[in-house]
């Protein structure tokens, strides 16, 4: 292993990968975004029982 080697690894010992990092942020994207938007819809929903 050369030195270029043992300094792109974590302390973990997993090389890091920028792809890695790329796929983790879509993920939660993909995740997040529609749990934003039902939590949005719900609140709107909460909102109009209440209020009218």
Do not use: K
């Amino acid at each position: 292993m050369t030195a270029e080697d043992q300094a792109e690894q974590n302390p973990g010992g997993e090389a890091q990968s920028s792809t890695s990092w790329v796929l983790v942020i879509a993920f939660w994207a993909y995740v997040t975004i529609p749990l934003a938007w039902g939590v949005y819809e719900t609140l709107g929903g909460v909102t109009a029982l209440f209020t009218g």
